[in-house]
Nanobody
Framework: QVHLVESGGGLVQAGGSLKLSCAAS????????MSWYRQAPGKQRELVAA???????NYVDSVKGRFTISRDNAKTTVYLEMNSLKPEDTAVYYC?????????????WGQGTQVTVSS
C-alpha cells in the first residue's frame, strides 16, 4: 500500500506565498516523476509543475517565475513553493507520483489541498 498526504494549503491574500508538501509512504522502491496539478471550480484539472527523478523540471506558462517545484528523495516528498499568488491561482491542488513498488509502477494521487487567493 502507498499513501500520499498533502499539506500546506490555505487562504492567502493576493501577492502572498504558500508552500505545499506531498509526502509518500508505504511499500516504495523508488519514485519517478512527481508533479502538481490543480483544478479550479468548473475547470479541468491542469498540470502546474513536474519534476523527474533526475531533476528535469517544467511548469505551465501561467506560473513560471512564481512557483518552484522541488523534491526530497530521501523523504519521498515533493514541494511546491508558490509566490506572488493571484486570485486565478485559486484551486484544489493535487500531487501525483509515479511510484515503483514490488507489484509494479503505478500513479498515485494525493487527496488534494485547497488554495484560496483573495483579491
Amino acid at each position: 500500500q502507498v499513501h500520499l498526504v498533502e499539506s500546506g494549503g490555505g487562504l492567502v491574500q493576493a501577492g502572498g506565498s504558500l508552500k505545499l508538501s506531498c509526502a509518500a509512504s508505504g511499500s516504495i522502491i523508488s519514485i519517478r516523476a512527481m508533479s502538481w496539478y490543480r483544478q479550479a471550480p468548473g475547470k479541468q484539472r491542469e498540470l502546474v509543475a513536474a519534476i523527474t527523478n533526475d531533476g528535469g523540471i517544467n511548469y505551465v506558462d501561467s506560473v513560471k517565475g512564481r512557483f518552484t517545484i522541488s523534491r526530497d528523495n530521501a523523504k519521498t516528498t515533493v514541494y511546491l513553493e508558490m509566490n506572488s499568488l493571484k486570485p486565478e491561482d485559486t484551486a484544489v491542488y493535487y500531487c501525483l507520483m509515479n511510484i515503483v513498488t514490488w507489484r509494479g509502477t503505478y500513479r498515485y494521487w494525493g487527496q488534494g489541498t485547497q488554495v484560496t487567493v483573495s483579491s
